[in-house]
């Protein structure tokens, strides 16, 4: 059967203790319309930065907001990447990833606004089609990503909470109006 339980959130034992503030920004029970909601809103985010808007640093050793963008869709092929694999039942230790070694090597600054918020849309409508169509026994699969046991649904959740805490990054520190 596909779907999944709105009603159940993760458990704590269901992600790594450093994902659990992306967790906690996360008060939804029906993750699945949240991400749905908040792809809407990013996308409209993007298409209001400019390519001077872009490029701002709100301080020397920081991400500009090209980086922050293409660090959130980097984490989402990653964590969708990583629910697909435990959904299907993967008993590997998926890998981790430095993301200032990722952001280092992107060169997102090079890209044109328009071509991040193109990689945004389609990778973020790949994870909501595959998650939305998961059989529900597959969100309480439990798997182990750079070395820490998660579950598919913890996953979800991760996915909606790191964007939330980038976009109020993007707020607070960059001064966008996400």
């Known amino acids: 059967m596909i779907g999944y339980d709105t009603a159940m959130r993760p458990e704590a034992s269901d992600f790594s203790p450093a994902f659990g503030r992306y967790v906690s920004l996360c008060p939804e029970e029906d993750v ?3 991400i749905e909601l908040q792809s ?3 996308q409209k985010a993007l298409a209001s930065v400019d390519e001077t808007r872009a ?6 050793d920081k991400w500009s907001v090209k980086e922050v963008f293409g660090h959130m869709i980097d984490t989402e092929r990653i964590m969708g990447y990583r629910a697909i694999c435990i959904a299907r039942g993967e008993t590997e230790s998926l890998p981790g990833f430095d993301e200032q070694t ?4 992107a060169g997102y600054d090079a ?4 071509d991040l918020a193109e990689a945004y849309a389609v ?3 790949s994870n909501i089609v595959a998650l939305r169509n998961l059989p529900a026994d597959a969100w309480d699969r439990r798997g182990v990503a750079n070395n ?6 913890a996953l979800a959740y991760i996915l909606l909470g790191h964007e ?5 990054v993007l707020r607070e520190r960059y001064h966008l109006g996400v």
């Not at 890209?111 to 328009?114: D, E, Q």
């Open 32 to 34: 699945l319309s949240a």
């Open 40 to 42: 809407s809103e990013t």
């Open 55 to 60: 490029a701002y640093r709100y301080a020397a």
């Open 102 to 105: 990722y952001a280092r090597n």
């Open 111 to 114: 890209w044109r606004i328009g």
């Open 123 to 125: 990778t973020r409508r």
């Open 148 to 153: 820490n046991p998660v579950t598919v649904r």
């Open 164 to 168: 939330r805490h980038h976009l109020g």
